[in-house]
């Protein structure tokens, strides 16, 4: 146990609710993250037809945990909250230790046009707050004020006000090692459903500390742009100028969790520095020469072992993409084993598979694992329930 006065042992999500944005126009919509017992699921699953709202749940969680990192935004991050139309409210459960004593309470992350005098969509009682364990609820946010102003929710909140101290404190601090952070500060990781790798032109390469590199609220994964700084092979050619074992790790968790014994990552390239993959004992290429599946699992586990907290929730934009029915097994298989490994990690992932549904049967218990799921009808404008 690390010894800290402000040590978070859980943050996980409880509920979110949106208004008004995308495709969620009519009423609230409600997506309830927890199980039958009440308990906040640590792999869940959404799905529904092409643009009934995946991305755009996944993109606010997104926004709602980049606040974290801000003292004075001038906008959210998404055209709906921005322009004041909608309005969002994302419910976690937060386990730690604070000045000296264990606490449980619930964290409202909020945005959008909040009215003044309670600036909430879903109202925690004690009752409520009573049911997930939690003694007290608190807020943080921002709320749209005329003329695109924004005002801090939550400002004389003491919780909140030492949250955010931590959180700025240790922003763009050096993680301590590979999927070995001792940090327990909130991140999220999110990946997009374009996350493909791409080469980068020889001239911008060198020993560049991947950018951000450190701590955190938020990392977005998506396709690189040609940019040295943002490429796997930089973090790749990083690690392995850092000269610790971080480096012989991460080739040893990708040739056993992506590759088989003909095809493996075989070390770094010095000229131009890039990763190198070597297929059936000769012939060697680069990243982006990988298959598509490939380079989506690649990227997936490379960034997870690199940018993890002791509570990270990770969440994952189509996870079937590019991925062979076998690989989408495999996939969710791992999934399983990472949080199972790792108690503080949250998976949220929106899917088109039935095979990944038929392989994730939420009656089904399985050891370490809490699941569940959302149908997303905004057609009919159902609450979200677990299917």
């Not at 126009?25 to 039958?36: C, G, K, L, N, V």
């Not at 070597?278 to 989506?296: A, F, I, P, Q, Y």
Request: net charge negative; hydrophobic share 40%; charged share 30%.
């Amino acid at each position: 146990m690390i010894k800290d006065d402000f040590f978070i042992e859980a943050f996980e999500p409880l509920w979110l609710t949106i208004e008004n944005i995308g495709p969620f126009r009519e009423s609230p919509y409600e997506i309830d993250f927890t199980d039958a017992e009440n308990q906040p699921c640590n792999i869940f699953l959404l799905m529904s037809q092409n643009g009934r709202g995946k991305t755009t749940i996944l993109d606010i969680m997104y926004c709602l945990m980049s606040l974290l990192g801000e003292d004075k935004p001038d906008r959210f991050g998404h055209e709906d909250l921005d322009e004041g139309r909608g309005r969002v409210q994302w419910d976690l459960r937060v386990k730690l230790d604070w000045r000296g004593e264990k606490h449980c309470v619930v964290l409202s992350l909020l945005a959008g046009s909040l009215a003044e005098e309670q600036p909430a969509m879903k109202i925690w009682s004690e009752k409520q707050l009573e049911k997930y364990g939690a003694r007290a609820w608190h807020r943080l946010g921002f709320r749209y004020l005329a003329l695109g102003h924004l005002e801090r929710i939550g400002k004389s909140d003491k919780f909140v006000a030492d949250l955010l101290g931590r959180i700025r404190a240790e922003m763009s601090s050096s993680p301590a090692g590979f999927e070995e952070s001792t940090l327990s500060l909130p991140t999220l990781l999110y990946f997009s459903a374009y996350r493909d790798i791409e080469v980068i032109a020889s001239m911008e390469r060198g020993i560049t500390e991947p950018e951000k590199w450190g701590y955190y609220p938020v990392h977005e994964i998506t396709r690189e742009d040609g940019t040295w700084t943002r490429s796997l092979d930089n973090l790749l050619v990083w690690l392995k100028w850092l000269d610790d074992d971080r480096f012989e790790k991460v080739i040893k968790l990708v040739n056993d969790l992506v590759f088989d014994k003909n095809k493996y990552i075989n070390g770094i390239r010095r000229v131009p520095p890039e990763a190198i993959v070597m297929v059936n004992g000769t012939e060697k290429h680069r990243l982006d020469r990988l298959s598509s599946g490939e380079k989506s699992l690649v990227q997936m586990f490379l960034r997870i072992g690199a940018h993890m907290t002791r509570n990270t929730l990770i969440i994952i934009d189509e996870l079937d993409v590019h991925l062979h029915s076998s690989w989408q097994h495999a996939l969710l298989n791992l999934l399983k084993q990472l949080v199972r490994e790792h108690p503080g990690m949250t998976v949220i992932a929106s899917t088109h598979s039935r095979e990944i549904l038929e392989a994730f049967p939420i009656d089904i218990p399985e050891t370490g694992i809490r699941k569940g799921g959302d149908i997303i009808r905004t057609d009919l404008l159902l609450k979200g329930t677990s299917d």
